[in-house]
T-cell receptor, first 114, second 114 residues
């Protein structure tokens, strides 16, 4: 039972354009969402987060949008750079079970072409 | 100065063997975790320790036994390895278990059971 879904396994974008990565969730108890970025042979690193009381959070080139009614969030990267090429994981906090337990999606591999 | 370090990076072993993966964090965090990334690329929590105390044990077989000698270390011992144990195992830490607390991951240990 996938509580956090990233339905696009990969995305290819031209340098300088916008990258939009999508994430859907099913558990309405989730109230905190995070995006992690992962390069090959490295562990995931935290990128940006959003609380369910907000609908937008921005940090430099990265913006996360949350639509609670649709149980959907998205990560926008503008402008995209070749160094952004990585796998992006969406994650959500699950407080129905174990506190502090992050539920991850399967990831979306972003390729930014020069 | 690696914040979360785990060893070994690669581990190839035969079915039935016992192996250990070590993890250390120098961030002064109170909480440490083990995550497993399986062949379907999901990152799933296995264990969580807070100040050397087991907090989360997510339906992991008894063959997996975490050990936390102090709050900076969380080792994973696996008995009687099976083919299905092949995966990438990530250690992580966080300052505490508060809602939305971001995790700091190690670079992963790729375990291959032959």
């Amino acid at each position: 039972d996938q509580q956090v879904k990233q339905n696009s396994p990969s995305l290819s974008v031209q340098e300088g354009r916008i990258s939009i990565l999508n994430c859907d969730y099913t558990n309405s108890m989730f109230d905190y969402f995070l995006w992690y970025k992962k390069y090959p042979a490295e562990g995931p690193t935290f990128l940006i987060s959003i609380s369910s009381i907000k609908d937008k959070n921005e940090d430099g080139r990265f913006t996360v949008f949350l639509n609670k009614s649709a149980k959907h969030l998205s990560l926008h990267i503008v402008p995209s750079q070749p160094g952004d090429s990585a796998v992006y994981f969406c994650a959500a906090n699950n407080y129905g079970g174990s506190q502090g337990n992050l539920i991850f999606g399967k990831g979306t591999k972003l390729s930014v072409k020069p | 100065d690696t914040a979360v370090s785990q060893t070994p990076k690669y581990l190839v072993t035969q079915m039935g063997n016992d192996k250990s993966i070590k993890c250390e964090q120098n961030l002064g965090h109170d909480t440490m975790y083990w995550y497993k990334q399986d062949s379907k690329k999901f990152l799933k929590i296995m264990f969580s320790y807070n100040n050397k105390e087991l907090i989360i044990n997510e339906t992991v077989p008894n063959r997996f036994s975490p050990k936390s000698p102090d709050k900076a270390h969380l080792n994973l011992h696996i008995n009687s390895l099976e083919l299905g144990d092949s995966a990438v195992y990530f250690c992580a830490s966080s300052p505490d278990r508060a809602r939305g607390e971001k995790l700091f991951f190690g670079s992963g240990t790729q375990l291959s059971v032959l």
